[in-house]
Every structure is written in structure tokens, then in C-alpha cells.
């Protein structure tokens, strides 16, 4: 269900920390105060670094796939996010 409220801004996540706390890597799914989006997000705390993917717009009710996983053998991770109703 949307918020009745518009200009709110509410964003349920999940992610991963590096040990330090000071990396964050998540899956997003925000309320714009006007419509549900969905977008990966990386952020550093300091210095303070902030990269976004492409967003895409979802709606009240879809479900949402997101996975963040550890490549070991280049020390990366592969973060995914999408619509399950959408593809």
C-alpha cells in the first residue's frame, strides 16, 4: 500500500558492512514521496561516498528479489535487484 501521507521519504533495506563499518552495500526499495522505486546502492561513510545504480519504478503489493553475493576469486561482490511481478 502507498503512504497516504505524500513527501514522506521511507526506504526498507538490507546490505552488507565491511568489518570497519565504514562500506555499505544494499539493495534499496525507497518511497519517493510519490512513488516506490528500487534501485543498488553503494555507500562509504568517510570519506563520504555515494554511488546509486539505475533506479526502476515498482508499485504497492510487487515482489522483490534482491541478493548481494561474494565473488572470492576477484573479491568482489555481484549485487541484484529486481521485480518479480515486472521481470
Known sequence: EDPTEPGA???PW????SSDNLNLIQPVNPWEG???SFYNEYF???PE???N???YNTKAGHV???SVTYIASNQSY??????INTG
Not at 538490507?14 to 558492512?17: A, L, R, Y
Not at 555481484?78 to 521485480?83: I, K, L, P, T
Open 78 to 83: 555481484n549485487v541484484y535487484h529486481s521485480d
Open 14 to 17: 538490507f546490505g552488507i558492512e
Open 49 to 51: 561516498y555515494n554511488r
Open 53 to 55: 545504480s539505475a533506479s
Open 64 to 66: 522483490l528479489f534482491g
Open 9 to 11: 521519504f521511507f526506504s
Open 44 to 46: 562509504q561513510w568517510e
Open 34 to 36: 510519490y512513488s516506490w
